[in-house]
């Protein structure tokens, strides 16, 4: 059931577990997280990715996302994740998203808040609820033409407080140790849980963890019990549909049908979002 994500984001800080953000980049993974999520009768929030635009366009996403959502009876809210700029973030809110994530955090405190103040005057004039994120979650990120590497800047305590007052965001993503992408070392990453104690406890929004994948379920479960609200997840999913399909192939000498290799990599997909509800969300 299309839900708001204030709603979902304001039950889960309340009661202190965490709603996985899987980002789809097609019908089928759409179709994957939604019914999983109805399948463990757990809300998510349901999130396209402007950076993903090469592989549908924002319209077929808003349609995908409110068509699979009202086809289930768990609670999902379609959000915009890491919309780039204004035009694009406006064209969402139109469309029909629940919410959407203006992340101008590349810029400098002053220039981000003007960025994500306008978005976030847009979106609430239009019932829309909105993300922002400060301090910048770094790593590798696939952009339509390479893997750009990105660096990573921690979040301080002053500089949330102050921009979430100055924007009037509903949710707040931070940065405290993970990072985008596929090409970690294999290690999971070292987090600052004391920073982010300190945030939950001065922040008033629900907070947001970018960067879920190779994080290490330990971390995620003391993430959310120390403050953390929404965790995306993307990168994961992306390679468990890889291998399903790799796997099909390999070791089916007679395969005939492409279905075949698509039902793989969907199953694999499940299976990832099914252990990350179970993990966080109950
Ligand atoms: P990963 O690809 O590292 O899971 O990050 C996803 C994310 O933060 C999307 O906003």
Redesign the pocket.
């Known amino acids: 059931m299309l839900t708001r994500t204030k709603e979902i984001l304001t039950e889960a800080k309340k009661n202190h577990y965490g709603i996985v ?1 899987p ?1 789809f980049w097609d019908l089928n993974s759409a179709r994957d997280y939604v019914q999983t999520a109805e399948e463990l009768d757990a809300p998510i929030l349901l ?1 396209f ?1 402007q950076a993903h635009k090469h592989l549908i366009s924002l319209e077929e996403a808003a349609a995908v996302g409110k068509l699979m959502a009202a086809s289930v009876k768990a609670p999902i809210a379609l959000h915009l ?2 919309g780039e700029d204004f035009d694009y973030v406006k064209r969402a809110i139109e469309l029909g998203f629940n919410s959407v994530m203006i992340d101008a955090s590349m810029h400098d405190f002053e220039e981000n808040v003007r960025l994500t103040k306008e978005a976030a005057d847009f979106a609430h004039a239009h019932g829309v609820d909105i993300e922002a994120e400060i301090g910048h ?1 770094g ?1 590798t990120t696939e952009s339509p033409t390479e893997m750009e590497e990105v660096e990573t800047v921690y979040t301080t305590v002053e500089d949330a407080v102050k921009f979430a007052e100055k924007t009037g965001v509903d949710s707040l993503a931070v940065s405290i140790g ?5 090409y970690k070392n294999n290690k999971n990453p070292e987090l600052n849980f004391k920073r982010l104690k300190e945030l939950s406890e001065n922040v008033p929004v629900p907070l947001v963890l ?5 994080t290490g379920d330990e971390n995620l479960k003391r993430c959310v019990k120390e403050g953390i609200t929404k965790v ?5 999913f992306t390679v468990a549909a890889r291998d399903c399909a790799a796997k099909v192939v390999r070791e089916d000498e007679n395969l005939k049908s492409y279905m075949k290799i698509q039902k793989a990599a969907d199953e694999g997909i499940r299976n990832v979002l099914r252990h990350y509800i179970n993990l966080l969300t109950k």
């Open positions: 953000a980002d999130s990715a994740d890491h979650v790593g993970t990072s985008h992408g596929v970018h960067g879920g994948s190779g995306n997840v993307f990168t994961e």
